[in-house]
């Protein structure tokens, strides 16, 4: 099916669109966030920071770094090649957690970081409410400085190898590690490198908002991509795609104003040739990275529609950035798999991390370990053990209960759907505390018995870290 109106037309128009507003956007991210100026939502337990003493840590002001005027657009060639130098030195990362609103916040971050993920994206952010509103901007984004070292191998055995004094210290449980020789390490450093994503459809508000995260990423993202009903009453993410006039603008002021350089997460159009020339417009327009979720607009549901490798491999092609392909990555197979059909730098992984925040570590769950005809190993560690430690993240780094909530549900439930007494009473329980939650999973863990996660035996890993 051809898109209509053809690309150069759409080119061609004006912005006619209206501006999101607050609560558009409210929905959406399931926040109940306030328009700016109205009452705060006090009463909701699931609103409020996931921390005994409360309150929202706002993040130091740290200065810009110095910008003397704008930098003027640089001429393709040198960017392209400061998009490549940008990407190495940032250690070109290939397993990466992908946008997730309420879901890619810092703690679930840190968990997957040290089970292997390279490289990060921070939920979608709202780019006028976070240009304006503190109180989001504390809430909504967090980030951390650590330096820990972890050792662990596929038996999911780990210990703590130490740490550089300079970070605050999670202060897990140290475990020796038997068994297998082949011996994985992981280093948490800190929380980086990070994407910071924003919706947006005005290129000035968006460009406010992004200086605020610009001393704290590597990368800020634009998000084209999302497809839900309230971005298209809101005019943002993958509808936009309807106004690339207004997306080559976007892409354009965050390039030339900002020194961090400038991602774009798209789905694709139906007709191959209008993706093609929708990724290298915005290649010209000043994306030095670009995601590309191998659905259509109209392609929601992950698990009926299989993402377009082939696509992704053509746009792979196409422009000279670098890609990274999004869409079907459910364990380390699948990584690999991708990475060989698109040719893509790296893959987001989103569902199945939430179930399993340690893929990219080799881990997966039994519904996969068939799939591949490699012998798998039952290990002792599981999804209450990754749930154990997502909460101890968490009571490290505060985040608004309501994230705490989705992930218990997504982390445990397998678990919840052999128990689904247990699942009920965390729903009926409006407020939640972390020893409450910790007996919970203690309990499943006495109800259900283990429900083991599964790591290729050893010698099926002879190609170095996470097999890949
Ligand atoms: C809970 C959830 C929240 C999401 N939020 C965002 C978001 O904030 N920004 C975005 O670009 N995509 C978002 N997505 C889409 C994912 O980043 C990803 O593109 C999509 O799920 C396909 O990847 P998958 O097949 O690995 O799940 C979200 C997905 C999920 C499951």
């Not at 005994?52 to 005027?69: D, V």
């Not at 040290?114 to 901007?137: D, V």
């Not at 080559?248 to 020194?259: D, Q, R, T, W």
């Not at 005809?373 to 039952?378: C, D, F, T, V």
């Amino acid at each position: 099916m051809r898109l209509w109106p053809p690309l150069p037309l759409l080119l061609r128009r004006r912005n006619r669109r209206r501006l999101i507003t607050p609560s558009y956007f409210a929905s959406y991210m399931a926040a109940d966030l306030p328009p700016s100026g109205s009452s705060e939502p006090e009463d909701e337990p699931d609103e409020h920071l996931c921390e005994t003493e409360g309150g929202g840590r706002s993040l130091p002001e740290l200065p810009s770094p110095a910008l003397t005027s704008i930098v003027p657009l640089l001429e393709s060639e040198r960017r392209l090649e400061r998009a490549w130098e940008h990407w190495r030195r940032i250690g070109s990362p290939r397993l990466i957690v992908a946008p997730m609103v309420d879901n890619s916040e810092l703690p679930f971050r840190m968990l997957c970081r040290k089970y292997g993920a390279e490289a990060a994206y921070t939920p979608m952010l709202h780019s006028r409410i976070f240009a304006e509103n503190e109180k989001y901007r504390g809430m909504e984004f967090t980030t951390c400085k650590a330096n820990i070292y972890f050792q662990f191998n596929l038996c999911g055995d780990h210990e703590m190898l130490g740490s550089t004094g300079t970070g605050t210290g999670i202060g897990y449980e140290m475990y020796p590690v038997r068994r297998y020789d082949k011996i994985f390490k992981t280093r948490i450093r800190e929380d980086r490198p990070l994407f910071v994503q924003f919706c947006a459809n005005d290129p000035d508000v968006l460009l406010e908002a992004a200086k605020k995260v610009e001393p704290y990423c590597d990368y800020v993202d634009i998000n084209f991509g999302c497809p839900q009903r309230i971005a298209k009453r809101g005019n943002y993410g993958a509808f936009l795609m309807d106004n690339l006039p207004l997306i080559k603008s976007l892409v354009e002021k965050l390039a030339n104003n900002l020194h961090v350089p400038v991602s774009c997460k798209i789905r694709i159009f139906p007709d191959l040739k209008d993706t093609l020339a929708y990724a290298k417009m915005l290649e010209e327009a000043g994306c030095a990275l670009l995601a590309v979720h191998g659905r259509t607009r109209d392609e929601k549901d992950g698990k009926k529609f299989r993402a377009d490798w082939d696509a992704i491999r053509e746009v792979r092609h196409t422009v000279k950035i670098p890609v990274l392909a999004n869409g079907n990555i459910r364990h380390m197979d699948d990584v690999r798999s991708c990475l060989m059909h698109t040719e893509a730098e790296g893959v987001l992984s989103a569902e199945s991390l939430l179930e399993n925040p340690a893929l990219f570590a080799g881990f997966c769950t039994a519904e996969w370990k068939d799939e591949s005809g490699s012998s798998y190993e039952r290990c002792r560690f599981d999804q209450a053990d990754l749930a154990d430690e997502y909460l101890k993240m968490c009571e490290q780094y505060p985040v608004p209960w309501r994230m705490v909530r989705s992930h218990v549900h997504k982390m445990l439930g397998e678990w919840f759907s052999i128990q689904p007494q247990v699942r009920e009473e965390l729903n009926l329980q409006s407020k939640l505390t972390f020893e409450w939650l910790h007996e919970m999973v203690d309990k499943l863990r006495n109800l259900n018995g283990r429900i083991p996660l599964y790591a290729k035996a050893v010698d099926d890993n002879k190609n170095g870290k996470n097999g890949l």
